[in-house]
């Protein structure tokens, strides 16, 4: 096989999206649109990559070295199309031997497959590929004009016959050279066009007129429909997620109402989990075998392990660590925290910061202290301890293992192995008051 180049395109404004964020790094399945296509290049097997942005992106040219600085970063100062897009960034192909691929930010559901399956056309001797789809409704799109088995132009809807507006096979934009069919037609670019500017397109009518070979390759639409506004962006969002969606219950996860459960781009679920309506994955996620996701529950960050149960109504934020068979329960938040095997946080909690052993209990309306208003700290909890409901531990603190917090406590100090630690104000009974406040607030009310 051989070696590939991935070029992407993020030189666009968008304008439309109506935001300070440039358009390629909105996102989807919250990862942006930059990020899936580098991601389906990268599946593709693609040796090398370079993207090319607009000035003063600085946003996209950080996102590209957080994801890879191997990633060449070129910049189109002048907005002269995509031709001039792909030719400033010849250097990332100067001496390289292979075939190179030109895809656009802003078709994030691009896949893998779709590349490789254009790869393989030119593996069979074409010089030039470009990937076609046929959409439900192919009016304003760049129709692909064949003779046979050979693709002999691309013709634009304003500048197509009515015969030619019958054709229902169109141009996605992505293209693929070998090096040496690149070299021979980039030059040749011209911008005798109304808008003066160079376009990729016109490379297959050069290289035709210089005997190369021409062909497409076939793509799903909804991996190639563009994003422009945020009524697109949406559009990409539900394809992601019905992706997703399907992935997941073919792989052995039930979902009870699919269409309500939203996956990141790297949520990992494995096979017999049980997920109800309305759960939200932020990024980060991994749920292990036999877990259950109730209802109402979002989760970020966190692992959640074999037999778990979360829910409903539960957040488990960045840096969660659910043990086999723990459980977090209705409205408890657990955030940098890891929660031994088996161990029970049922309702109304916010645990913070700590680690909690096996098998220990933790009573409704628990808090970790964990924040005095400029560091935080952090609550240990052994094995097998009891920690009694309405209980404030107020970190830096240490419970061992088999300790018991009575009820309504305010926990400051440690608590050692098997103690009780009972930290609340004495319980006084004075008869008599009850009748006394009501005669009170009876004359008050007179």
């Known amino acids: ?38 991601k389906a290049c990268n599946d593709a097997g693609a040796d090398r990559k370079a993207v090319v942005i607009g000035p003063g992106h600085e946003q996209s040219h950080s996102f590209i070295e957080q994801l890879d600085p191997a990633i060449g970063v070129v910049v189109q100062e002048d907005r002269l199309g995509t031709g001039h897009a792909t030719k400033l960034a010849r250097e990332n192909w100067a001496g390289f031997d292979g075939y190179v691929f030109v895809l656009f930010a802003d078709n994030p559901m691009i896949q893998a497959q779709t590349i490789k399956n254009a790869t393989a056309v030119l593996d069979e001797g074409a010089d030039l590929v470009v990937v076609g789809y046929k959409p439900a409704s192919p009016f304003g799109l760049g129709r692909l004009l064949m003779d046979e088995d050979q693709l002999t132009a691309i013709r634009e809807e304003k500048d197509a016959t009515d015969e030619e507006r019958k054709i229902g096979f169109c141009n996605s934009g992505i293209m693929g050279f070998r090096v040496s069919c690149l070299n021979a037609v980039i030059d040749q670019i011209g911008s005798d066009n109304a808008q003066q500017e160079f376009y990729l397109t016109d490379a297959v009518e050069i290289a035709r007129q210089q005997g190369l070979t ?12 563009g994003v422009n506004d945020r009524r ?27 269409e309500t459960v939203f996956f990141a781009h790297d949520t990992i679920v494995e096979n017999d989990v049980v997920i109800e309506p309305n759960v939200v994955f932020g990024p ?13 529950s979002h989760l970020e960050g966190a692992t959640v392990g074999e037999g778990a149960q979360i829910g409903p109504y539960a957040r488990l934020r960045p ?8 459980k977090a329960g209705n409205f408890v938040e657990i955030k940098k925290a890891s929660i031994g095997d088996g161990a029970k946080i049922n309702h109304l909690s916010y645990i913070g910061d700590a680690e909690i052993g096996a098998k220990t209990n933790v009573g409704a309306g628990t808090i970790t202290c964990n924040y005095d208003g400029k560091l935080k700290y952090k609550t240990t909890i052994g094995e097998n301890a009891f920690i009694g409901s309405n209980s404030a531990l107020v970190a830096p603190v240490n419970i061992a293992d088999g300790a018991y917090v009575a009820s309504g406590s305010v926990v400051t100090h440690n608590v050692e192995t098997d103690e009780l630690a009972i930290g609340r104000a004495k319980q006084i009974n004075k008869a008599g008051y009850a009748a006394r406040i009501r005669a009170r607030w009876t004359a008050k009310k007179d």
């Open 1 to 38: 096989m051989k070696a590939l180049l991935t070029i992407v395109l993020a030189a666009g404004e968008g304008t439309r999206m109506k935001s300070a964020t440039p358009k390629v790094l909105h996102k989807v399945g919250g990862l942006p649109m930059l990020g899936h296509v580098i």
């Open 214 to 225: 021409v062909k497409t390759s076939t793509s799903p639409e909804d991996e190639v429909l």
């Open 232 to 258: 697109q962006l949406s559009l990409a969002e539900q394809t992601f997620q019905n992706r997703m969606r399907n992935a997941a219950m073919v792989q052995g996860v039930t979902l009870t109402a699919p």
């Open 284 to 296: 980060g996620v991994t749920v292990k075998t036999g877990a259950s996701i109730f209802a109402f």
């Open 319 to 326: 840096g969660a660590e659910m043990g086999k068979g723990s």
